[in-house]
Structure formats: structure tokens, C-alpha cells
């Protein structure tokens, strides 16, 4: 390796960094980045919400990345982002978020899904980002998932596939290479792969509801598939998960379903991965699997010691040189493909179409529950939890507390409630809502904090009680009948204002739940 001419090795490197999208802090790039970009080729960025503060600020950004990224390593970049739609959203404010996945599912129209799409791309494309790592395609069949929820158009495989592949025509022709993940499914997990190892223990006839939506999605030309970091062992009987399986990435995934597209692989710094397989050290693992691009999001060092460990490996033959250029010209011809798509004007982004269109997503997401009696009377009460951090793909809407803003809204009080209230809480605030009308009550994944339902239920003992459910809708399955319920499918400002119309009398609510709810409690 030592007796490598300086110019062969930095082609080589140049090569090697074709196959990783690192991140970086903060809202202008930093020198370190910048120089692991110079030595090790680093080609392609990913992009959080800790790097966009407004829309021109991410405009000159990638632009600069761009600039940065030709000059060292000879192609444009990926510029990647995890762009799902409600809760998982990198975009500020100044720019279109659309609803979640379900909430497009709830609409009951696949064109919507296709809007939210074509939208999401537009301003992505205008802004100067390519990659955009959505949409889930995994079937949530499993309601105390930590992770997935919301983020899933269903717990039907059928629907996951209208919406997913409406979803993934919008991104792709407005120019955007539109990623499948979590392959092969993340909607039967009981743990989070950011923290942990999960186990899908299913046969071939339940992983096969799993692996339809990307099946029919790979027919229909998704251009980029993302790996999940979970054990399948009706799959791959080695204790390895699907990103590190070549039986997987590259038997199950390539050749059973023909996938030609890029494969990318799930952050490598997730505990999944990291804790167990550790994050170098699995990079080359994965591109052994089949893998083409390995996504290290955080810590730029650690993707550095990853191309030093690929550099080896090609050398010593412990990588098979062939399949890793024919793995680098698909990158590559991806990377043409994408720089011929137009870019529109930076003026579309939140332009006055996309606000409009984007409040009508909105409105037509929500759904009512459970129709029972209630009205808001002359004095009703807001209360509702924070937007405390569900998990660790969520951004944190710090300044939006729904309670206090809907109740703005509404020109009444609000009160903001512990995450998970107790028993104690719930016996004060029951005694403070004599003299009101009527209450609203806000839940942010209750049916896993259940302080928050226990309050819902004893308060509709006392006075009309309404309860939204501000991210997964499973909440609404464990109140009393006496609740009125509307699945509102994210704690945004969007769903804030569309709430408000609604209560205001100013519009109806038309969504349709696309889960089936546990059972719901007796009156």
C-alpha cells in the first residue's frame, strides 16, 4: 500500500469516496469536514435540521458543498436529507413541510401523495438538494413500534404501495432521487435501531406483507433503496442484520428482485451497528454485502477510518475490485442523471401555490375517530404535553406547544401538561376545569405514555371532552366512548392551524384511518 503513487492512491480515494455521505455540525461547513473531504474523497453529505436555518442559508450551502465536492472529487455530490413529511422534517420554517406518510394515507387519495411528493421535490431541487431518503415503505403492522409509527403510510401492505409509489413518482419527477427504506421492513420492530438490535421474527408468509410494498416499488422504478439495521433470520441465518447480509443486499435485493438503483445503507453510528459490529468496521462489511453508498451521519472521523479500511481491503482482494466499480459507475451514472434534471427558481420554495396546496394536504388528513357528542361552548380549555423527543428521528419543535397555540387560536385558556401525567396531576387538573365548557386534549403517543389518556378519560367524566392525537393515532383506540377523537398525525404548526379551522366550524373533516386501532374502552 505504501508503494502506491501519490496520484494512483488519490484516484483511488477519489473512487472510494463515491461510496460514503458523511454529515457535519452547524449551519456553514467546518474545517475539518472540509479537509476530510480533501484527504479522503468524501463525495457525498447528508443534511440535518442543525444545518439549515433558513432557505437562502441552505441554498449558499449547497452550493458551496457542490463546489467543494467537484473540485476534490472530480463528480457532483449526493446532497442528502431525510425529508419524510410531519414529524421528519430537516427544512426550516420558510420552507414547505408536507404531512407525514400516514396523514397522505388518510386522505384516501394516492394524487395527494403524489403532490406532497412533486412539492417536496420541487423545493428540494430549488434549494440544491438531490437525495431525498423517503419515503418509508414499511407496513407498521406493529402499534408499539418506537420508531416507524407515523412515519408509515399503513399497517396494510396494499396501501403502503398506492401511497409509497405515488409518493416516489412526485419526488422522482420533480428531480429528486427518491430512497425506499427501511428494507426489507422496520414496521414489525418493538425496539429502535437508533438504540438497539432488533429481531423480526417472522416466516416467509408474514415477511412477504414486509417486502410487497418494495417489491412493486423496484417494478415501478424507485431509484434508491435504504437498508435497515435488523436481524431476519428466516432470511439470513447468520447473526448479522439485513445492511451486513449479502444474502439480502445483494441475493434478495439484486437478483430475486432485480433492482438496478443505488442501495444505501442506514446510518452507521446507530447503536445497532455501532454497539455491536462497530461503525468502521461494518462500512466495509456492508459494501461487501452489496451495499453502495454507507451513510456515517455524524462524526466525519469515523468515515475517514472507513475509507482508509476500504483502501486495505481493495489492496489485500478482501473487496472484490470488480463488483466495486461496477458498485461506483452506478453511483456514478446516478449522479449524471441527477445533474441533468431542471432546477427550478430558489422563489418556488413556500411560494404561495405550495402554502396553499400544502394547508390543503393538511385539512384533508385529518380524521375524526370516534364520533361522539361535543361542542366547544363559550369557554372551552387546551391542555396537551410538549413535543418531547419521541425518537431519535424527530426534530424537536421547541417552540410549538400545542396547548398555548391552538388556544390562541381559539381565544381561550391552554395549559401545557407534564409528558406523562400522574395521578396527581390528573386529580389538580380535573379540579381546575370547573367553570369551563368543554376541553381539548392533545396526546403525543399516549398509548405509550398513558398519564395522557388516563387524563382524557377522567376528564370526559366531567365535562365534553375532544382528544387529538398529535402523532400516532393508536392513542385513540384506549379512550372512554365519551371521547370525540381526531387523528391528527403530527405536533406541527400545520396541524395547529387546520385543528383550528375545524373547531372554528370553517372546514370538515374527511380523513379515513389507514390503521386498524386496538380495542377501544367501554363508557
Not at 155 to 175: H, S, Y
Not at 316 to 341: C, H, N, P, V, Y
Request: glycine share 8%; with cysteine.
Amino acid at each position: 500500500m505504501n508503494d502506491m503513487h501519490e496520484d494512483e492512491r488519490t484516484l483511488l480515494r477519489q473512487q472510494i469516496g463515491q461510496h460514503f455521505v458523511c454529515g457535519f455540525d452547524g449551519p456553514v461547513l467546518e474545517q475539518s469536514f472540509i479537509d476530510a473531504v480533501k484527504r479522503h474523497k468524501i463525495g457525498n453529505i447528508i443534511l440535518f435540521a442543525r444545518n439549515i436555518e433558513s432557505k437562502t442559508q441552505l441554498h449558499t450551502l449547497c452550493q458551496e458543498i457542490q463546489e467543494l465536492v467537484r473540485s476534490e472529487c472530480g463528480h457532483d455530490a449526493l446532497i442528502t436529507i431525510d425529508q419524510e413529511g410531519g414529524m421528519v422534517t430537516r427544512l426550516s420554517k420558510d420552507c414547505t413541510n408536507v404531512p407525514s406518510a400516514m396523514a397522505l394515507a388518510a386522505t384516501d387519495d394516492e394524487r395527494l401523495a403524489h403532490r406532497a411528493g412533486l412539492l417536496t421535490a420541487t423545493e428540494l431541487r430549488a434549494l440544491g438538494v438531490n437525495v431525498d431518503f423517503a419515503p418509508s415503505l414499511d407496513v407498521n403492522s406493529n402499534p408499539d413500534n418506537p420508531v416507524i409509527g407515523v412515519r408509515s403510510f399503513s399497517d396494510d401492505p396494499k396501501q403502503v404501495t398506492r401511497f409509497g409509489l405515488a409518493m416516489i413518482e412526485g419526488l422522482q419527477e420533480g428531480g429528486v432521487m427518491a430512497v425506499g427504506k427501511h428494507f426489507p421492513g422496520h414496521g414489525d420492530t418493538h425496539l429502535d435501531s437508533h438504540v438497539a438490535l432488533p429481531v423480526v421474527e417472522g416466516g416467509e408468509e408474514q415477511l412477504a406483507i414486509h417486502l410487497e410494498p418494495f417489491r412493486k416499488a423496484i417494478t415501478a422504478g424507485v431509484q434508491g433503496i435504504m437498508s435497515s439495521h435488523i436481524l431476519f433470520p428466516a432470511l439470513e441465518p447468520e447473526p448479522v442484520p439485513a445492511t451486513l447480509s449479502r444474502t439480502i443486499m445483494t441475493d434478495l435485493l439484486r437478483s430475486e428482485y432485480g433492482f438496478k438503483g443505488l442501495v444505501f445503507t442506514d446510518c452507521m453510528e446507530m447503536q445497532a451497528i455501532a454497539n455491536h459490529y462497530g461503525t468502521v468496521e461494518a462500512s466495509l462489511a456492508a459494501l461487501q454485502a452489496g451495499v453502495d453508498v454507507v451513510c456515517i451521519s455524524h462524526h466525519v472521523e469515523l468515515a475517514c477510518k472507513a475509507v482508509e479500511l476500504v483502501e486495505e481491503a481493495l489492496l489485500e482482494g478482501r473487496l472484490d475490485t470488480a463488483s466495486f466499480a461496477e458498485s461506483t459507475q452506478r453511483i456514478l451514472q446516478a449522479k449524471t442523471m441527477l445533474s441533468e434534471q431542471e432546477i427550478p427558481p430558489l422563489s418556488v420554495v413556500a411560494c404561495g401555490n405550495h402554502s396553499k396546496s400544502n394547508a390543503l394536504l393538511h385539512q384533508k388528513s385529518l380524521t375524526l375517530v370516534n364520533d361522539a357528542p361535543f361542542s366547544l361552548g363559550s369557554k372551552p380549555l387546551v391542555l396537551g404535553p410538549r413535543p418531547f423527543r419521541a425518537t431519535n428521528v424527530s426534530n424537536d419543535e421547541e417552540i410549538l406547544t400545542f396547548a398555548s397555540s391552538l388556544a390562541a387560536l381559539l381565544s381561550c385558556d391552554g395549559i401545557t401538561t407534564k409528558d406523562d401525567p400522574s395521578e396527581e396531576e390528573i386529580e389538580g387538573l380535573c379540579k381546575r376545569v370547573a367553570g369551563y365548557s368543554s376541553v381539548v386534549v392533545g396526546t403525543y403517543n399516549g398509548h405509550l405514555h398513558t398519564g395522557q389518556l388516563a387524563l382524557a378519560n377522567r376528564l370526559a367524566q366531567k365535562l365534553p371532552t375532544l382528544c387529538v392525537a398529535l402523532r400516532n393515532p393508536y392513542d385513540l383506540g384506549l379512550l372512554d366512548r365519551r371521547v370525540r377523537s381526531i387523528a391528527a398525525y403530527a405536533y406541527t404548526e400545520s396541524v395547529v392551524h387546520a385543528l383550528a379551522q375545524v373547531l372554528a366550524g370553517k372546514a370538515e373533516m374527511t380523513g379515513v384511518l389507514p390503521v386498524v386501532l386496538p380495542e377501544q374502552g367501554e363508557a
